[in-house]
């Protein structure tokens, strides 16, 4: 304070000069600097003034310079007082002066100050932009604080998208730099910002070390704001460690300073941060009271981020009233403001993700609201909105059906009424909810049927169905895969003893339902409560899951029908709204046993991945990519000429992406992953026209699992590129039980049936083999998208 108190004395005296001598120059620069020790103050209202008579005097004179100064400052006071669109104004005068004049340190400053105008609006892809820019130039002249002040933008923009990881390692950059150059300012509030970094994940106490250290450095430099900030997030973390009345005296500090200093943003927040105390006392009435007051101001401001946080936290308290009809129209609310702001992010499907897996409450309060209201159908077209968006939109700009990105502009419950008069199989979608699974049962011609069942997990576990799952699969040694020895494919497909008797007087095995077998719990909670809507002419099932139910082997949950997945009810009325002649008929990519012995950590031949690949070449009449001829530049360069991509090769077990052969050009003494590794972003760029991708790799059916977006793959790249249908596997795979098991797919394929049919008949070849009956052998594969066929060239002998 003392030092912001001097330097207004010290520039009225400058001021007072500068008149008496006709200095107009010197006046206006005067003015300007009082401005900015006034917004430093958090007076942001005499600031402006100061600014003004700047900005006045600058036209005068013809200082260009100046005047784009005043401009910029005008906008950071406007910023301050939460009026963005007349701080982005401002700012984008200033820009212009700054390029016409070329200064390039103006030019900078205008796009940091853009970028955090936009950033408030919710507009962070923008945001992004423009911080980048700045960033760039700070770099290229040398300024440091320029340069600290981008990163620490920048961090703050990958904390509103939710990549915390990705906004702490910016907030550090920026902290570096700050105690480097000695700004006490840009320290201090890097310290907050990294608080707040670590408050969403979780760590409380690391981030009241950083608040508390932020609250120090604003109240030595006298900056009320940052004080109010510091307070107002002390406040967060103390609630969110369950020390609510510590955390509301906060929060009052903070809403006493934001209105004293009359920043608009920081007083939503406050009373935000009230409610949210109240609320978790129980205080119901009081918190709805604090949340409309931010409310109000959000609106007021433009903040569309709080106010689709407000309304969601509106929707909580309801629904804890009971008053369930008002807790749905908050939560509507809510998700219309997300969807607006995740539609501003474009085609930038990571920060997509991020944002609505950050928002993921309000989607399920939604449905789980409606539901509580016996609102069945809205339900279900609630749970779909939010499900698998990303994929959606990709699905929706790669078969031009839409030209908006924004997942914002789809109607949900237009397109399940027009997927329903496509629906050639029974489809469940899953929604689950603790551990009940909530079932919607849609057949074309009838009502949607709604049924729930339950699954029992450890309630210790950070995700109990998940560690149900896995204890399942640990069960049939899943994760246990057998790597072939040097043997041909027909000594491997002669051990195979098979009881299958007299064509069509088969005995069928018991379904999976049984007893003995590890997934029935699932059966459980998923098939049962549903079995007696199926008829006796079902044959197969699509099935719409959640959460770790992406990873269930369905073919061991259910051996009686053929199963197939899809994301979203959504994606699979995209897929099946493709004009027929989209999707090559012809043509196949067969990728086998990549040479990947130059690596630094060389990873083992695949013989039988080679043999498997050249088995199918056969089929097809084609020739294989093996060996060194499988390189990742090879596969990329035809993927997209062909109807059937087939890959047997060594997979990521984390995300399913595929080691291929490097591309012979690499610059450094071994390749590195950019030159062999075929990653999802690399899938995702080729347009594909292929109606198969079979990836015999293992885990092609793994990836993050996220709650809205499903599993984020390989799998996924390849519908998001424009596969029509993928076969995966969910774990790592035995050789020689995936040779048999191909052999099989293709020749049920060649036979003109469906991909489904043929993997299904081709797991209960193994199934019933005396080699591969164990269920980790035939479980594996899963097919995603739409059940389609295969044509093949005519042989010679059938030609004549």
Not at 159 to 168: H, P, V
Not at 230 to 245: P, R, W
Not at 661 to 684: E, G
């Amino acid at each position: 304070m003392g030092d912001d108190q001097k330097a207004i004395e010290y520039y009225e005296k400058r001021l007072k000069i500068a008149i008496e001598i006709g200095d107009r120059g010197g006046e206006g620069r005067a003015y300007g600097n009082l401005g900015n020790a006034y917004q430093s103050l958090g007076n942001y209202q005499k600031a402006i003034e100061y600014h003004e008579k700047d900005l006045k005097i600058a036209i005068e004179i013809g200082d260009r310079g100046g005047e784009g100064e005043a401009y910029g400052n005008l906008g950071n006071a406007y910023q301050s007082l939460g009026n963005y669109q007349k701080a982005i104004e401002y700012h984008e005068k200033d820009l212009k002066i700054a390029i016409e004049i070329g200064d390039r340190r103006g030019e900078g400053g205008a796009y940091g100050h853009l970028g955090n105008a936009y950033q408030s609006l919710g507009n962070y892809q923008k945001a992004i932009e423009y911080h980048e820019k700045h960033l760039k130039i700070a770099i290229e002249i040398g300024d440091r604080g320029g340069e600290g002040r981008s990163y620490g933008s920048l961090g703050n923009a990958y904390q509103s998208l939710g990549d915390y990881r990705k906004a702490i390692e910016y907030h550090e950059k920026h902290l570096k730099i700050a105690i480097e150059i000695g700004d006490r300012g840009g320290e201090g509030r890097t310290y907050g910002n990294l608080g707040n970094a670590y408050q969403s994940l979780g760590d409380c106490q690391k981030s009241i070390d950083y608040q508390e250290k932020h609250l120090k450095i604003a109240i030595e430099i006298g900056d009320r704001g940052g004080e109010g900030g510091a307070y107002g997030s002390l406040g967060n973390a103390y609630q969110s460690l369950g020390d609510y009345q510590t955390g509301i005296e906060y929060h009052e500090k903070h809403l006493k300073i934001a209105i004293e200093i009359g920043d608009r943003g920081g007083e939503g927040v406050a009373y935000g941060g009230l409610g949210n105390a109240y609320q978790s006392l129980g205080d119901y009435r009081k918190a709805i009271e604090y949340y409309k007051k931010q409310l109000k101001i959000a609106t007021e401001i433009g903040d569309q981020a709080g106010e689709g946080r407000v309304y969601h936290n509106i929707g909580l308290v309801f629904f804890f009233l009971k008053e369930t009809e008002n807790a749905v129209d908050n939560f509507v609310s809510a998700v219309d403001v997300f969807n607006s702001l995740r539609s501003l992010l474009k085609s930038q499907d990571n920060w997509k993700i991020n944002f609505r897996e950050l928002h993921e409450e309000a989607y399920i309060a939604l449905w789980v609201s409606l539901l509580r209201i016996k609102k069945i159908d809205e339900a279900l077209f609630a749970a779909e909105q939010g499900r698998a968006q990303t994929l959606s939109d990709n699905l929706l700009l790669q078969y031009e059906l839409n030209s908006s990105s924004s997942s914002a502009t789809i109607d949900t419950k237009e397109t399940i009424l027009r997927l329903f008069t496509k629906l050639s199989s029974p489809t469940l979608f899953l929604a689950i909810e603790g551990f009940t699974t909530n079932i919607w049962f849609l057949r074309r011609g009838m009502k949607t049927v709604f049924r729930q069942g339950r699954l029992e997990g450890d309630r210790r576990e950070k995700d109990p169905l998940l560690a149900l799952l896995q204890s399942s699969l640990e069960e049939i040694k899943a994760e246990e895969p057998k790597r072939c020895e040097d043997r041909t494919f027909d000594e491997i497909e002669d051990e195979c003893s098979f009881s299958i008797g007299v064509r069509g007087e088969e005995v069928e095995k018991p379904a999976s339902s049984s007893l003995d077998n590890p997934f029935k719990p699932f059966y459980d909670a998923v098939i049962d409560p549903i079995l007696d809507m199926l008829e006796p002419q079902d044959d197969d099932l699509v099935i719409v899951p959640d959460g770790a139910l992406c990873f269930t082997p369905w073919s061991a949950v259910f051996e009686s029908i053929r199963i197939r997945i899809v994301p979203s009810l959504t994606t699979y009325q995209v897929i099946l709204s493709v004009p027929e002649g989209h999707h090559k008929k012809n043509g196949a990519l067969l990728v086998g046993n990549p040479c990947l012995r130059e690596l630094k950590k060389p990873l083992d031949d695949l013989p039988c991945a080679q043999e498997e690949v050249e088995m199918i070449a056969s089929i097809f009449k084609t020739t294989p990519l093996t060996g060194i001829h499988a390189t990742k530049a090879e596969v990329m360069k035809r993927m997209s000429s062909v109807s059937l991509i087939h890959i047997a090769a060594h997979g990521n077990e984390r995300t399913g992406e595929i080691a291929l052969s490097p591309n012979p050009a690499w610059s450094s003494k071994f390749p590195q992953r950019k030159d062999y590794i075929l990653k999802m972003s690399d899938v995702q760029a080729a347009n594909l026209r292929a109606r198969l991708v079979v990836l015999s790799c293992c885990h092609s059916g793994r990836g993050r699992v996220l709650k809205g977006e499903g599993v984020i793959g390989i799998a996924r790249a390849f519908l998001a590129a424009g596969a029509r249908s993928v076969l995966v596997t969910l774990w790592a795979v035995d050789d020689e039980a995936t040779m048999v098991f191909m052999k099989s797919f293709y020749q049920h394929l060649k036979k003109g049936k469906t991909a489904s049919a043929a993997v299904q008949q081709s797991m209960k070849f193994l199934r019933e083999s005396e080699q591969f009956s164990e269920m980790k052998y035939w479980a594996p594969f899963q097919l995603i998208g739409d059940d389609v066929k295969i044509e093949f060239e005519e042989d010679d002998d059938v030609k004549k």
